[in-house]
């Protein structure tokens, strides 16, 4: 059974105890990893979506590099 805390005072005391404890470092850092690669995930999806997009009005990648160039000289 958890352990009860009575006062504020107690409640203190132990989120101080479990923000220098090792395991919790751990884990924060286990969920942070997590994260970062499913964030990573969700651009991936965006990036193919959008070029689906690109693919069905006919964009290539011979035609962007010819679009690009053509912007540089305006520059």
Known sequence: MAKMFETDAQVEQEIERLLKSEYV??????????????????????????GKELALSGVTFESLDSIFDDDSDDI
């Open 25 to 50: 470092k751990l884990a924060k850092k286990e969920e942070y990893v997590r994260n970062r690669r499913r964030q990573y995930m969700y651009t991936l999806r965006t990036y193919e979506k959008k």
